[in-house]
């Protein structure tokens, strides 16, 4: 099963992940603050970020970066896919429930 590692600038990261819970595109966003230091259009830019893992199902990953790509507000959104090698079952049975597939 799939986790989606996002960025996002933080007063929108809230607000995509809420969006994906509700539309049963994941089961479950954890967000984390973090400081960036990135090149963009030649430039170094240091920014306040949110990191998002995105839980969801390998069936429903497709969809989740579909929808991540249209609520994102960056051009070039950081959209990553981490897929476990080992997941504690009643953990992935709840995941499995919560994503529409």
Not at 24 to 46: F, T
């Amino acid at each position: 099963m799939p986790t989606a590692y996002v960025t996002a600038p933080p007063e929108a990261a809230e607000d995509i992940a809420r969006t994906l819970v509700e539309e049963e595109l994941a089961a479950c966003v954890n967000r984390l603050p973090c400081q960036s230091i990135y090149r963009w259009d030649g430039e170094v830019h240091d920014d306040d970020e949110a990191v998002m893992f995105v839980k969801t199902t390998a069936a429903g990953y497709e969809a989740l970066e579909a929808r991540l790509t249209e609520l994102h507000p960056y051009e070039v959104p950081c959209i990553e896919r981490f897929d476990e090698d080992q997941v504690l079952d009643a953990f992935a049975d709840w995941r499995a429930d919560a994503v529409e597939e």
